[in-house]
């Protein structure tokens, strides 16, 4: 009697959850859910772009190098920034930016 209960209880359960912002949108290897509120900004990929993210900016992401970010950062502070969590350390020391936004393996700054 209890195992006939199992499927159909935990079914709701993942129903209920569906419904709480953030629980599956923040554990998903897409940057749709940080791009959602994106605008037609300079938008940069440090390292290597994304499909999910020239999808989701509409082909307006472009990759910059760890080397020339500083560079960037000099002529234009109007842009945002997106990292791959495994490229963090690149920007662990860099107190001007701002974390908007985060997925799974990817974090959304802007700069101060």
Do not use: C, W
Not at 2 to 22: C, D, E, K, T
Not at 56 to 79: M, P
């Amino acid at each position: 009697m209890v195992s006939a209960l199992v499927v159909p209880v935990l079914s709701v359960v993942v129903i209920m959850l569906y419904f709480v912002p953030g629980v599956f949108e923040n554990n998903t290897n897409t940057d749709k859910y940080i791009l959602k509120d994106y605008n037609g900004e300079k938008l940069f990929y440090l390292g290597e772009k994304t499909y999910s993210s020239q999808f989701y900016s509409r082909g307006h992401v472009k990759t910059i190098a760890v080397e020339k970010l500083d560079s960037l950062k000099k002529a234009d502070r109007n842009f945002l920034l997106l990292v791959r969590k495994r490229n963090m350390e690149a920007v662990q020391d860099a107190p001007d930016l701002i974390k908007l936004d985060e997925s799974r393996k990817s974090v959304l700054f802007k700069i101060k």
